[in-house]
């Protein structure tokens, strides 16, 4: 490795905090004397944290190619493809339709494979190829069938990538890592407005092809660029080979996985299959609430689907609209990470998640109160903010439902794919002919967010119930304090 890569390894990316809860003495391989635990774990963090960033990037791209069609309708999308009626809707709710499909199976053969990075790498380049297809559409039929299997293998990314990070991070340090990752949404949705704005204004008939297509061509090259890189950057599994980690870091890093899952979810046996953890996991009635409780949450957020078309409301050009839609979701990144720090510096998930969804209900009525362009354009800040939620409640899933790695994947996997039943009817949440003030999707959003918060206040209600169980017996019994949920 180069010393200027190796430069980048040693910087932290983020604030580093060490339990004192562990030894602090921990045997290296490459120092006669022994190494301070601290130290070490310090180390492996910022290497940890470098590799993890990329999926920062790989995220970016996932969300441009996710939604630039919300773009591309600003230029003549729906019109060259012959769209008519609801069909545009239906095209953005295609990808979603393909989603669904392969989020479980990914995350299973994601958690008995050893190599993450070329999996997940090698879908995301695949994806890209489909997204420079949608720009070669010449039907409505055509672009259909790109963006459905476009959907079919970002599935694998976005549960694979928060299952690798929980493999790697104990659950103190998993929100505010989880929310870095996740911050990918507010920075593709500010860059990709961009990036839209410049090539849509500057390419029409280069080559010979509209202004749209050049907007799909230009991004789905750049992720397959970025895909192909991913194999070589993208960190393993802790119990996989891992150069770029010493010997002791590397068995530090397998060590506090299994300290941070020790005690966990003592009642029962561990699962011993993988038929075995899904059939867990699928009558466990908590996997369905929460699922419906993410489902709605993301339903309650489908603002960003339609975020261009919002922006265009105000009446400015094309050109404007994107240039204008940048602000919120940065403020939007700085926003989510705050919040998700604090979140796990607090060890605490319900009320962050309710603190940004009542941002996002702040947004809606805003929004519906009037056509002021000063307020509708706050509006858009408020809503933007609340993207956080779904990154806090992810990570309380992943949390609570960390039995065992396979049990783990499929848990992520499972909830995403019955949240993942909103986003399909999401589009249609924002029908145009609701416009421009879409006072309807907006109360339908605000009930939703209501719905979600009453899912998981009665979720955190169980969660409470089950850890004032474990510590009566442990009193009971005169045992130490063990596992606890995090409410």
Request: aromatic share 12%; proline share 4%; with cysteine.
């Amino acid at each position: 490795m180069s010393t200027s890569s190796t430069s980048s390894e040693n910087r932290p990316l983020f604030p580093i905090e060490i339990s004192d809860s562990t030894p602090l003495i921990y045997g290296s391989n490459d120092d006669p004397e022994s190494t301070s635990r601290k130290d070490l774990e310090r180390g492996l963090l910022r290497k940890l944290d470098f590799r993890t960033a990329y999926l920062v990037l790989i995220y970016i791209l996932n969300q441009m190619d996710r939604n630039n069609a919300a773009a591309a309708r600003l230029r003549g999308f729906e019109e060259d493809l012959g769209m008519k009626g609801r069909q545009f809707n239906t095209l953005i709710s295609s990808l979603y339709a393909g989603y669904i499909f392969m989020q479980i199976p990914s995350n299973l053969i994601l958690s008995h494979i050893s190599k993450p990075s070329i999996y997940l790498s090698s879908c995301m380049s695949l994806w890209g190829i489909l997204t420079t297809l949608v720009g070669l559409s010449t039907s409505y039929s055509q672009a259909f069938c790109s963006r459905f299997l476009v959907g079919f293998l970002e599935a694998t990314f976005y549960p694979g990538a928060v299952y690798l990070i929980s493999r790697w991070y104990k659950r103190e340090e998993l929100g505010y890592r989880t929310a870095f990752f996740t911050a990918g949404i507010g920075i593709s949705n500010a860059f990709g407005s961009l990036l839209a704005s410049g090539i849509l204004a500057t390419m029409e008939g280069f080559l010979g092809y509209a202004a749209w297509r050049w907007l799909f061509f230009i991004e789905g090259f750049l992720t397959v660029v970025v895909g192909t890189c991913g194999m070589f950057i993208l960190p393993d599994f802790p119990s996989s080979p891992a150069h770029w980690l010493t010997p002791a870091e590397h068995s530090l890093a397998q060590k506090r996985m299994e300290e941070d899952s020790r005690s966990h979810d003592p009642v029962g046996p561990k699962s011993s299959s993988r038929f075995s953890d899904l059939l867990s996991i699928a009558t466990d009635w908590r996997s369905w609430w929460v699922g419906a409780a993410l489902g709605c949450c993301n339903a309650s957020l489908s603002f960003n689907m339609f975020f261009p078309t919002l922006a265009a409301t105000m009446g400015y050009s094309p050109t404007i609209s994107l240039l204008m839609c940048a602000p919120p979701w940065i403020m939007s990144t700085i926003t989510a990470v705050t919040v998700a720090h604090h979140s796990d510096a607090k060890r605490e998930r319900f009320w962050h998640m309710v603190f940004a969804l009542s941002m996002l209900i702040t947004g809606y009525v805003l929004a519906i109160s009037t056509m002021n362009i000063t307020i509708r354009y706050i509006s858009l800040f408020f809503m933007a903010q609340a993207q956080v939620a779904n990154v806090v409640l992810l990570t309380w899933i992943s949390n609570t439902f960390a039995r065992s790695n396979s049990k783990r994947a499929i848990a992520i996997g499972f909830m995403n794919t019955v949240s993942s039943l909103a986003h399909i009817v999401s589009p249609y949440i924002w029908l145009s002919n609701w416009g421009p003030a879409y006072t309807k999707s907006c109360l339908i959003c605000i009930a939703l967010a209501c719905t979600s918060i009453s899912l998981c206040w009665v979720f955190r209600r169980n969660l409470e119930r089950l850890n004032k169980e474990v510590e009566a017996e442990e009193r009971k019994m005169n045992l130490p304090k063990g596992y606890r949920y995090l409410l």
